[in-house]
Nanobody, 121 residues
Framework: VQLQASGGGLVQPGGSLRLSCAASGRALDYYAVGWFRQAPGKDREKVSCISISSSDARISYADSVKGRFTISRDNAKNTVYLQMNSLKPEDMAVYTC?????????????WGQGTLVTVSS
C-alpha cells in the first residue's frame, strides 16, 4: 500500500482544513489508519487513529485535539480524512498518515508523505 497525504496549507487561527490520506496499491481497508504530526524541534505525535471498519470504527484522539478534529474513512474511496476545526498555532506541523497493523495505530506498516499545515495570522 502507498499513501499520499494532502490538504495542508496556510490557515488563520480558528480556521479549518480537511486533510486526505489516499491509498494506492493494496486496499486501505486492510489497515487501521493513523494521523501523526511533527512540529519543528518536537517529537512525532499521534493525533488520531481509526480502525478498519467504516461502519463501526473505533476512534481515538490525542487530548490536544479532542473536540476539534474528526477522523473518518471511506473505504470505497480508499481514503481517510482528518477534519481539523478551530485550528491553533500549536497545531502547525507536518501531518502524515500511516497504515498500521493494530487498532491503536502503534505498529506502522507504511508511512505516507506528509502535508504541511501552517496556522498563522
Amino acid at each position: 500500500v502507498q499513501l499520499q497525504a494532502s490538504g495542508g496549507g496556510l490557515v488563520q487561527p480558528g480556521g479549518s482544513l480537511r486533510l486526505s490520506c489516499a491509498a494506492s496499491g493494496r486496499a486501505l481497508d486492510y489497515y487501521a489508519v493513523g494521523w501523526f504530526r511533527q512540529a519543528p524541534g518536537k517529537d512525532r505525535e499521534k493525533v488520531s487513529c481509526i480502525s478498519i471498519s467504516s461502519s463501526d470504527a473505533r476512534i481515538s484522539y490525542a487530548d490536544s485535539v479532542k473536540g476539534r478534529f474528526t477522523i473518518s474513512r471511506d473505504n470505497a474511496k480508499n481514503t481517510v480524512y482528518l477534519q481539523m476545526n478551530s485550528l491553533k498555532p500549536e497545531d502547525m506541523a507536518v501531518y502524515t498518515c500511516a497504515a498500521t497493523y493494530d487498532s491503536q495505530c502503534r505498529v506502522v506498516r507504511r508511512w505516507g508523505q506528509g502535508t504541511l499545515v501552517t496556522v498563522s495570522s
